[in-house]
């Protein structure tokens, strides 16, 4: 849009109206992913991750999808469609149940306050003396009203936020099933890559994507008839 800013009165409205705009906005940075190797193939599940600018919420949306009339892939519709809303899910979750990890410089470890290193502490203590363990909490899902009912002086540092999960930007969703790369054996090392294959045919299909919550999420790719959807771990790095 093209507004003239020698009248001070309109530039005030069309771009009142222009930021209004911009903070209802939906949109998507990402690519898309598949739980199979086509489209094609019916029951596929696509992952597809976007952003909410008013808020800074984020979803990572699974959608099945079946063949049309006209023989093309189709998205199910109503019942028939098996997917799910991440963010929907993380919403039932209880904060202190998640599992939540972070590094400490040699070995992965829980995201809690008992496990951080000093460091680490003084880095969320960063600008607020004692306010860290709090903002642990507030990064784990817990909402600014439940610090509130336990401490209303410390609530006023967290802002309301519209869902758990952040904004999805420039994080593809990375699918992690049945090993598929197809590595051949004779590759140097000190095992058979169908060693490897065959140990994990059974893994748990995973969806992976970063977000604006500062963790990278994994969630069980399956459809919702199986738990689709469910925040299975995340690392705060």
């Known amino acids: ?56 919420a984020g979803d990572l949306v699974a959608s099945t999808y079946g063949t049309g009339s006209n023989g093309l892939p189709q998205e199910e519709t109503g019942n028939e469609n098996k997917g799910w809303s991440a963010r929907s899910v993380l919403e039932s979750a209880v904060p202190d149940n998640r599992t939540i990890l972070t590094w400490d410089g040699s070995d992965g470890q829980p995201f809690r306050w008992g496990s951080l290193t000093m460091a680490q502490k003084a880095d969320l203590n960063s600008g607020a003396p004692l306010l860290g363990e709090r903002r642990l909490e507030y990064l784990r899902g817990k909402s600014k009203s439940e610090i509130a009912a336990s401490d209303p002086d410390e609530a006023k540092y967290f802002r309301d936020r519209t869902y758990r999960l952040g904004a999805i930007v420039n994080s593809t969703p990375r699918y992690v099933g049945v090993p598929d790369s197809g590595w051949p054996n004779d590759m140097p090392g000190a095992s058979k890559y169908s060693e490897f294959y065959n140990s994990n045919l059974d893994r748990t299909p995973v969806v992976y994507v970063g977000s604006n919550d500062g963790m990278l999420h994994g969630f069980r790719a399956t459809d919702n008839d199986a738990g689709g959807g469910e925040e299975l771990v995340a690392y705060v790095p």
């Open 1 to 56: 849009d093209f507004f003239s800013a020698a009248d001070p009165e309109t530039f005030r409205i069309e771009l009142g109206r222009l930021l209004t705009a911009f903070f209802d906005t939906t949109a998507s940075a990402t690519g898309l992913d598949f739980n199979v190797a086509t489209i094609e193939e019916e029951g596929a599940l696509v992952f597809s991750s976007s952003f909410e600018s008013n808020g800074w």
